[in-house]
């Protein structure tokens, strides 16, 4: 018995919210912001995993922070989610040179 597990299609409760609070973040993983976003990282001393404290140091845009938290915590756990997903897709070359976010110790 073989069968392919498909991910559930969960529902937003707060559409508008959820999609900026999405796009703040693919703005901040776009490749032309990316390395500005991760020198910003750097500069305040973060991981990159750290989501919770990026969000509230304002580095993925300074309303980001406000509409997050007006979410749900389904819609909170589904941001979370594409935040960390998103991190995992940047170019190879740029996690080289940012290493240091990256790493875990």
Known sequence: MSTIYEKPELVVADPPVFL?????????FSSNRASDFF???SRAGLRI???ETVLKQGLLGDATAGEYSRLGNGDQG?????YLASLEKVAPELREKFFKLYAYY
């Open 39 to 41: 020198k910003s990282l």
């Open 78 to 82: 589904q941001i979370r989610e594409f």
């Open 20 to 28: 900026a609070v999405k796009s703040a973040i693919e703005s901040s």
């Open 49 to 51: 995993r750290d989501f």
